[in-house]
Each structure stands twice: as structure tokens, then as C-alpha cells.
């Protein structure tokens, strides 16, 4: 089944202790997108990345550290995470660099922060 | 960035009404797409539809879009109560950044049984 699959799905952690959110693909695509989303502030890139070891920063992308060393893998770092980077995250992909075919997104990484 | 704002921004209708939102838009896009979320999952592409397109149907769904107006508004047909999830429109900018997809805030459609 073609699916974008991110894990975990749920994470409480600290302040300041460093963490991963994976995300992968199974679709060949050659972009991948990270968002969040807050109540009240809709989505949000953080990240995205047109292909292999090109990653270029969205429009919040304080706080966060992507790679994309493989097509279909694209994690998400906190270094140092704090509470204001308790959200929804969301992992999308499509086919194309353009923005001219549907985005297709993970089920959603809910991050406390505490 | 340039950002679709939907209206309104919560609906509530008796199932088998017709249900619709709005979006609108501040510059020349590309293509504007239409998204659903169902309650803290991953949103689901609906409909894209191109800038030299004017209207657009799949299943139930109807989507229209007025270039001149910059406005664009998704129609549900005869809804049922699993239609009940937040709608987003997302927006591609024209030109250079046809690569970038902002998206507004959503409305949130409750459609009761």
C-alpha cells in the first residue's frame, strides 16, 4: 500500500533531551515536507526537500534539523526540544518538485514537551 | 507567504444538506488544492484544480474558482455524517515558487445524523 508512515505516534519527552521522528515513504517520491499544526495557526512548513541531500528550510523552521541521506527517509530532529515545540507534526511526500500533484501526509506525530 | 483564508471558519448542517466553504486568495496561483482532515489525522487530498480551470467535480464533491475574484469554494452534496472533518484549501504561488504549498486555516464542517 503506498503510504507515508511516520513513528511515533505519540512522544512526551523533556526539555532539552534530543529526539527523532521518523518519517518514511514508499512511493518513490522526490519531494518530502515537514509541517506543523497549532490551534489557531493551521499548518506550518518547517522543512522540506526537492531530493536526495537537498533540504531547504520552510517557514518555521527554528529549533529543527531535517536529513535526507536516502529517497524515501526524511527525519526530523529536536536537538534541544522545548515547550513551545509541543505540537501536531505531520510528514508529506509527492511525486513531483512542483507543486502541481497531491501532497500525501503521514498520520501525525502528537509532541508534548513538558 | 501567501495564505488561503477559508470562510467560514466552522459550519454545522443536518445530514443530506449541502455544505459549502469558501477560500480566497491575495496573488496569481498556479493551481489551489482542497484537503480534508478527519480529527488529528493526516489531511487527504480532495480536489486540485488548475488556474485556467474554472470548475471541477469528484463524487459529491464540487469545486469552483474565479481567477478574477481570486476565490475558490468547495461544494459537498447531499452530506453524511462521515463527512465530518476540517477542509483546507492550499494555494501555489504562479512563477518561481510553483513548488511551494501554503495552506489556510480550515473549516471546521460538522454535519449531524
Known amino acids: 500500500e503506498a503510504q507515508v508512515t511516520q513513528n511515533p505516534r505519540y512522544l512526551i519527552t523533556v526539555t532539552g533531551k534530543k529526539l527523532t521522528v521518523t518519517c518514511s515513504q514508499n512511493m518513490n517520491h522526490e519531494y518530502m515536507s515537514w509541517y506543523r499544526q497549532d490551534p489557531g495557526l493551521g499548518l506550518r512548513q518547517i522543512y522540506y526537500?526537492?531530493?536526495?541531500?537537498?533540504?531547504d528550510k520552510g517557514d518555521v523552521p527554528e529549533g529543527y534539523k531535517v536529513s535526507r541521506k536516502e529517497k524515501r527517509n526524511f527525519p526530523l530532529i529536536l536537538e534541544s526540544p522545548s515547550p513551545n515545540q509541543t505540537s501536531l507534526y505531520f510528514c508529506a511526500s509527492r511525486s513531483s518538485i512542483w507543486a502541481n500533484s497531491p501532497l500525501h501526509f503521514g498520520n501525525g506525530t502528537r509532541l508534548t514537551v513538558t | 507567504s501567501q495564505q488561503g483564508e477559508e470562510d467560514p471558519q466552522a459550519l454545522s448542517i443536518q445530514e443530506g444538506e449541502n455544505a459549502t466553504m469558501n477560500c480566497s486568495y491575495k496573488t496569481s496561483i498556479n493551481n489551489l488544492q482542497w484537503y480534508r482532515q478527519n480529527s488529528g489525522r493526516g489531511l487527504v487530498h480532495l480536489i486540485l484544480i488548475r488556474s485556467n480551470e474554472r470548475e471541477k467535480h469528484s463524487g459529491r464533491l464540487r469545486v469552483t474558482l474565479d481567477t478574477s475574484k481570486k476565490s475558490s469554494s468547495l461544494l459537498i452534496t447531499a452530506s453524511r455524517a462521515a463527512d465530518t472533518a476540517s477542509y483546507f484549501c492550499?494555494?501555489?504561488?504562479?512563477?518561481?515558487?510553483?513548488?511551494?504549498?501554503?495552506f489556510g486555516k480550515g473549516t471546521k464542517l460538522s454535519v449531524i445524523p
Open positions: 526537500s526537492m531530493n536526495v541531500e537537498a533540504t
Open positions: 492550499a494555494t501555489v504561488p504562479s512563477g518561481a515558487g510553483s513548488y511551494q504549498l501554503t
